[in-house]
RNA sequence: UGGGGAGUCGCCAAGCGGCAAGGCUACGGUUUUUGGUACCGUCAUUCGAGGGUUCGAAUCCUUCCUCCCCAACCA
């Protein structure tokens, strides 16, 4: 890759990316050559909403993929609902894929752009018989559709001619009917396990005003409908979307299928993103924004790409961030920790250090000349971040400490400020606490007097160790500033599971303000502007509020503190820390042992007594799987006329057949039971190994070729030659001499990994028994 | 309960019959004019549970358990 990308760690981009389930599958259709080389992707959002980090996923993996494979993503609005969608939605939703980093270039569409087409594979569908106009009312769509145990019934307009469906479909088009009195239905079954094929709703009317065409149409597409075709017309490969859409694929097939578009797209399904501490769900987030819980889409609070934009965070960090936490179809929840730890990593090296100050507390140096200025020559950047710059820091006799940095009564190891104790400015000079002024009535400590070391301004002192470095603003320099302290949104790790209200999980401290000060510098800087503030955390500018003389910062993300995290665990009342169960988990039930004839028909339970009768050998287990259909007790019993060995052929018909014809089934296999048996003396001869049997078996059930024939033909006989098995192992041995040494020094479970590569070796057909033998003579001695 | 999915460390997550990857977190230590960063080290005899197949099982067979999704004219 000699334009790889590289990740703010500085690792290529290809390195940090984990592989996932969807990738494999590209690579494996790439490999096929299924859609001559080609890799279409789309991310279709609904205009209806603000896009989250969980878009953010999809959004990585869908351009990120197309990117990989040289392909395209497209981005199409699915906007087929015009009561819910909105234009201001996809002008953010636009400049927040692109703030991402990716570009669908010219590949913009929108599902509306299709409604013609729709319409016509409607009409398609009628003639075909496989869609009828319905005229139920809701109530009674959903009472005549089931539930998941009982099947639907048919609705009373299923009958209805081609011709009338034609008619009265072109009608509703035409705007003939009120919102509600008909609907287009798929004619599928009403009696389907699956309650998405149960006659699903193809087009709808409504009267409404559609943000994009207009009062064109008055009747709408249903998603299920839409989003297949969309894809199809667009040529896309991967339709990806998420797990509660995996009872769609079936449908989605269907309407392809039926359809006969020319592109057959194909759809996978992955877990969406959820985070500890936060909401995703469109809906609560819309409740903040609607409640004024929070100010509005961008507040930094919110997990919108909004809201962390104006956060601080950089697209970068966010990128890097689905990558690591990869692609999956478990449902999981990601820790906010994991999302800090990225924007940390990416604006370490970034950004530019600079000295504030949240609680200022006075400090007056006496020994420190009174009037006299001085400008340190500060560097932007640590000594291990590989950027350039500096600036100048005005020193005075009176500046501002952070009120945390000093205390009265300091414990073990704390090496700030205290009473006597000297501590660095950053940059500059050592002090030393001479006297504290406090408040005689409240105790406050109202200002610090100190001393300085004059001989301390770039140097370190040799007689004596000074610990501590914290940083400090000029009083007479520092620009007052605004900070605002974000903290997590919720105080429960999972609030989208809490009983009731998840608005009474919302975290108090989410937002705390503090009135400080910032180093000159800082405050010249643009609004959008990214800084460390040494030992508090990175900030940014606020790009709404404070543009003015009075700047405000928001604070991106704390750093890593391993101060407050020993001297913190005294201090229970961490909101942002509660980790509420939200469910009690329910008692694990005791396994229960299934009756194996309880579920059996007649016949089936009557074989089953009769194989339990004459094969004693045979246990419940296995005469119940063997049981299961017709197919398999005849075979069994013609296999069992060949060789009498009832408990040999129910072990292989049950643990290597059943595998093999799992997806075909029992009645489309070509081998017959005496071919079987046949196998399974070859077997007991010692003719071939364990592992070539099953090879042989697995050829034999597709081919139906005779076992004596597979065997003979490839040369599969078992090797149990004593010296040539030596001469394998010798050979595994000098090409693993590490694995030897680690052997002999103890690590037996290596055992496994020698006889595996001597088993491959022979291509599975040395005798492992003597393998094994062998190599643990060789490995010992 | 019918159907569709999923269970590997505190949190993500590789692995697809042959040595349980990696990241986050946590915990030690080194460096440090940020208690930051960087670097080094530790952290799953075990993969939801039982039974079975195999020389060998997280991976194959089987039974069970738990969780998620589906009964919007939403997407």
């Keep these: 890759m000699s334009n790889a990308e590289t990740a703010p760690n500085g690792k290529p981009d290809s390195e940090t990316k984990a592989n996932n389930f969807v990738r494999t599958i590209i690579e494996e259709d790439l490999a096929r050559n299924k859609y001559q080389g080609r890799v279409v992707t789309r991310f279709p959002p609904e205009p209806n909403g603000y896009l989250h980090i969980g878009h953010a996923k999809s959004i990585c993996l869908n351009f990120g993929l197309a990117q990989e494979f040289n392909g395209q993503c497209h981005l199409r609005f699915d906007d087929t609902n015009p009561t819910k969608e909105d234009i201001e939605y996809v002008h953010s939703i636009q400049q927040d894929i692109k703030w991402l980093g990716f570009d669908w270039q010219p590949n913009l569409f929108h599902a509306s752009q299709y409604f013609e087409q729709f319409y016509e594979k409607a009409v398609f569908l009628i003639k075909k018989g496989k869609a009828y106009v319905c005229s139920l009312n809701e109530e009674e769509i959903r009472e005549y559709r089931g539930t998941v145990t009982e099947p639907g019934k048919p609705s009373p307009y299923r009958a209805r001619s081609v011709e009338q469906n034609l008619d009265l479909f072109q009608r509703m088009r035409n705007g003939e009917f009120e919102d509600g009195t008909h609907v287009l239905r798929a ?28 009062d064109a149409w008055c009747i709408y597409p249903m998603y299920d409908f839409a989003h297949p075709l969309s894809d199809a017309f667009e040529n896309i490969t991967h339709s990806i979307c998420t797990l509660e859409f995996e009872n769609n694929r079936e449908l989605y097939d269907w309407v392809v299928a039926e359809c006969e578009t020319e592109a057959v797209p194909r759809q996978y399904e992955f877990a969406r993103l959820n985070l500890t501490n936060m909401i995703m769900s469109k809906r609560k987030l819309l409740r903040l924004v609607n409640e004024g819980l929070v100010e509005g889409w961008d507040d930094p609070r919110m997990p919108t ?7 601080g965070y950089t697209p970068e960090s966010i990128r890097n ?24 990593d990416d604006l370490n090296f970034k950004v530019p250090r600079v000295l504030a100050v949240a609680k200022p507390l006075k400090v ?27 600036r100048t820091i005005p020193f005075s006799r009176e500046i501002y400490i952070d009120r945390d940095d000093f205390m009265l009564e300091p414990p073990k190891k704390f090496f700030r400020l205290a009473p006597g104790r000297e501590v660095r400015l950053r940059h500059a000079y050592i002090i030393k606490c ?14 610090l007097r100190c001393s300085y070391d004059p001989n301390t301004l770039g140097k370190t002192p040799t007689d004596r160790k000074v610990k501590g470095t914290i940083q400090w603003v000029s009083a007479a320099h520092a620009v007052p500033a605004t900070l605002r302290f974000y903290d997590r949104l919720f105080t429960m790790e999972r609030p989208d599971l809490a009983e009731g209200e998840f608005t009474q999980y919302l975290n108090p401290h989410s937002l705390d303000l503090a009135e400080g000060f910032v180093e000159p510098w800082a405050a010249t800087r643009e609004p959008g502007t990214r800084f460390q503030f040494e030992r508090i955390g990175f900030f940014i500018r606020d790009t709404k509020d404070g543009r003015d003389v009075h700047p405000v910062f928001n604070r991106i993300v704390g750093l890593r503190d391993s101060w407050a995290k020993q001297s913190e665990p005294k201090s229970e009342s961490q909101p942002a820390k509660t980790k509420a169960t939200p469910k009690a988990p329910a008692p694990a039930k005791p396994a229960v042992k299934r009756d194996p004839l309880a579920d059996k028909s007649p016949e089936m339970a009557a074989a ?48 290597e057949m059943a595998r093999e014809l799992k997806e075909n089934g029992w009645g489309a296999l070509k081998a017959t039971g005496p071919q079987l048996a046949q196998l399974l003396i070859l077997r007991n001869k010692g003719t071939i190994s364990a592992t070539i049997a099953k090879d042989v ?41 590490a694995e030897v040494d680690r052997f002999r020094n103890g690590e037996k479970k290596l055992m496994g990994f020698f006889v595996g590569q001597a088993m491959k070796a022979t291509k599975g057909k040395a005798n492992p028994k003597m393998i094994n033998q062998l190599i643990q003579k060789k490995l010992n001695g």
């Design 187 to 214: 004619n599928i079954d009403m009696a389907a396990a699956n309650m998405k094929m149960r006659d699903p709703l193809l087009y709808r009317i409504r009267h409404a005003h559609h943000y994009k065409t207009g």
């Design 305 to 311: 790409i909004a809201g962390f934009r104006r956060r």
């Design 321 to 344: 961030f689905c990558d690591m936490i990869g692609v999956a179809k478990a449902n999981s929840t990601v820790d906010l920790g994991q999302l800090e730890f990225s924007v940390r």
């Design 364 to 390: 007056v140096i006496e020994n420190y000349e009174e009037g006299k200025e001085e400008n340190i020559e500060g560097s932007l950047y640590p000594h291990d971040v590989p950027l350039e710059g500096s």
């Design 434 to 447: 001479e006297h504290v002024v406090q408040d005689p009535e409240t105790g406050q400590i109202t200002e």
């Design 608 to 655: 089953f007594k009769r194989l339990k009768e004459t094969h004693a050998e045979l246990g419940d287990n296995d005469l119940d799987v063997l049981t299961t259909d017709a197919a398999r007790v005849a075979f069994f019993d013609a296999a069992l006329a060949e060789l009498d060995d009832a408990k040999l052929i129910a072990k292989w018909m049950n643990n």
């Design 697 to 737: 078996l697995a050829d034999m059930l597709v081919s139906g070729t005779d076992p004596q024939k597979i065997v003979a033909a490839k040369g599969l006989e078992q090797v149990s030659d004593s010296g040539a098995l030596e001469a394998v192992i010798d050979d595994v041995m000098t090409a693993n001499q």
